[in-house]
């Protein structure tokens, strides 16, 4: 029998919840389409002249690529029919973007990052988006402004050698592939479960001397050479967190982004509470790993702005512990 399809997958999971309206069911497929968008985008990007700036910045500050507003552009225009969805933020626009039209009926608010790892655009590195999906209250832009265990759903598009679509609405966390002969994602794992512990660490080390005492003493750790422990761990960094995040999530290990501890520009981290931090964080948990900010558990983090960022270490269950000890200065 051959491998399910995404519709076919979500519609047959709604069926075992007789409840279900069928809304979120049409929300997931949504961003299947849109990832399938996306990916078309990115191969074609380089000839049709989309590579490089936008000759324009984020919120952050940032500079844009074209695929950055591209992305963006085709994630908003995803929800803009079928009065699901009011609102949609995103890590490239200022303020939440108020579907007008469902404004009274849309029951739904998206949350995305929709182009992660921006800088390796043009040379053709991997990529990714992110999603998380909230019901929406009365308050509008400020019910955003919660804690992750609010998420219903979450999940993120990886845009590599194959276009994967992961995502969790449960207690589980399935994956999916793109099949580029007929156009539809396919069952590839029902139930992704991350390993306990690992071999790996992703953390960008160029920026550690800015970083707190214990990341810096955690990060010369896991070099050391014991074969006890199983150290040292091998670098795995990319400059894209969807893709470092899925190596971790099949192989265990761990992501951690630290803030900066010198009174630099990132004094609460880079990533982003509501984008990147929340959805994985869920994803992460679902599949039997954590999300920590080194204190706090990540989902109880509650921003206090759209674009308010957190120091994160991401991962299985036993390196994120690890840092958590080194962080408190009992590693």
């Known amino acids: 029998m051959p491998p399910a399809t995404l519709d076919r997958f979500i519609l047959e999971s709604e069926h075992a919840h007789p409840g279900a309206t069928g809304e979120l069911s049409q929300l997931l497929m949504r961003f299947g389409v849109a990832g399938k968008r996306i990916a078309h985008e990115l191969a074609m990007a380089g000839l049709k002249r989309e590579l490089g700036s936008a000759a324009s910045t984020n919120i952050q500050g940032e500079e844009q690529k074209k695929l950055d507003v591209l992305a963006n552009e085709i994630l908003l225009e995803t929800f803009d029919y079928g009065g699901l969805v ?55 832009e400020a019910d955003l402004l919660a804690s992750g265990r609010e998420q219903i759903a979450a999940g993120y598009i990886l845009f590599g050698p194959a276009t994967l679509f992961v995502y969790t609405c449960g207690e589980a966390v399935h994956a999916f592939a793109l099949d580029p002969s007929i156009g539809e994602f396919l069952l590839t794992d029902r139930t992704v479960r991350m390993p306990a512990r690992g071999r790996g660490y ?15 003493a955690f990060t010369e750790y896991l070099k050391e050479f014991d074969p006890e422990s199983g150290r040292p761990y091998s670098t795995r960094y990319s400059g894209s967190l969807v893709a470092d995040f899925h190596r971790i999530l099949l192989e265990g290990g761990i992501y951690y982004y630290p803030p ?15 984008y990147e931090c929340h959805p994985l964080a869920l994803l992460a948990e679902r599949a039997g790993g954590r999300a920590s900010t080194g204190h706090q558990n990540v989902l109880d983090v509650v921003p206090e702005a759209l674009h308010a960022r957190t120091p994160l270490a991401i991962g299985s269950s036993t390196e994120v512990s690890l840092y958590e000890r080194f962080l408190k200065g009992d590693g």
């Open 260 to 274: 900066d501890a010198t009174g630099g520009s990132k004094p609460k981290g880079k990533l982003r509470v509501l």
């Open 202 to 216: 992703a953390a960008n080390e160029g920026r550690s001397l800015g970083w707190p005492p214990g990341a810096r």
């Open 86 to 140: 009011s609102l949609a933020a995103s890590e490239e626009m200022e303020q939440a973007f108020v579907y007008t039209h469902n404004a009274e009926e849309g029951r739904y608010a998206i949350l995305f990052d929709p182009m992660d790892g921006s800088s390796n655009i043009d040379v053709n590195g991997t990529l990714g988006a992110i999603f998380s999906i909230r019901r929406r209250g009365e308050r509008g």
